[in-house]
């Protein structure tokens, strides 16, 4: 008799808040900017940061911003990813499947335990970031080994890599962008991703190579580059540009959503867009392939915000093109990642009646 052996999918996005009171934000960006993978500068600066300037007037202008993009379903980045689990739990039913958010509901923990009280014995745990970051990839894998770590028998764990060049990736936002590029007549395409302190560039890099993009030093992956966001999305821009035939001066890269006054990666987003509007771009796509859910920093801060400086600045039309959602494609990709990490089933070795005496 062989002992059951089942397999289980953890799906892990950043998070959101449950709601758009203040005091629900307030409550999420505190989980949030306390992780030291994200603010990684000494405790009392930290401290100051966060309870004299952050938390004090960012939740009020962040709620107001949530408002703006919450929906009956509630948070678009919950409900999306959690369509996106449906879609692939019935896309891939030999497995089990559970969302969880680093920050925030459902946790990590409850996916979890989920897994485990369905007697889930080896884990995926697939992060939903295509590009490794330390503050998203690497602070999701410690918080499930964190959790994990607390048990006495603890699960196998395999983790889905960055995916930012896999090909089913690619595939799927080529097939959700290229329409709507094509019905907007866009003249030019700009990829935004979300930003980083420099700093943590500089970290990633165990060389001690990294120049920030000088020399061209970004624009190739490597072995000296390879835990190199900025390389990472150059790389992503470069295939889906290529997937949707565009110019070489149709398109362009920038990095959205800093925080803090520290140097960030450039070039800005609203300063790329503002530039790309008096420059006499008229219909401009827009495409996030940092983020696999809509959420805030495309609903709000590009449809909404970035449309409004577009306009501001001289410029005609400017189209979000959505993420991948539950977009068909997108399932059946990750559905490829999913079993081509996760192997065949194996069933444990049988228990002989020597060995349970």
Known sequence: ????????????????????????????????????????????????????????????QSAEAYEQVWTERGSPLLFHSQDFCDGLS????????????????PSIKSGLDSLRGRGCDEILVFP????????????????????LAEEWNTPAITV???????DAFIRAFKDVAAPVVSEQSADHVLFSFHSLPERHI??????????????????????????CYRAQCIETARLLAEALQLGADSWSVAFQSRLTRDPWLTPNTESAIADLAKNGTKNLAVMCPAFVADCLETLEEIAMRGAEIFEENGGGTLTLVPSLNAHPSWIKGAAEIVRSLIGPHRPHRAITEEERS
């Open 128 to 147: 939903l970031y295509p590009h490794y970051a330390a503050s998203s990839t690497g602070s999701s894998i410690q918080a499930v080994y964190d959790v």
């Open 202 to 227: 500089t970290k990633s890099d165990p060389t001690g190579w990294c120049q920030m993009g000088e020399g061209g030093c970004c624009d190739t992956m490597n072995e000296r580059n390879q835990y």
């Open 160 to 166: 889905v890599p960055s995916f930012y060049g896999h």
């Open 90 to 105: 019935e896309a891939v039913p030999e497995y089990e499947f559970e969302l969880a958010m680093r920050y925030g509901s």
């Open 1 to 60: 008799m062989s002992v059951p052996h089942k397999k289980g999918v953890l799906l892990v996005n950043l998070g959101t808040p449950d709601g758009t009171k203040p005091s629900q934000v307030r409550r999420y960006l505190r989980e949030f900017l306390n992780d030291p993978r994200v603010i990684d500068i000494n405790p009392i600066g930290k401290w100051l940061l966060l309870n004299l300037i952050i938390l004090p007037f960012r939740p009020k």
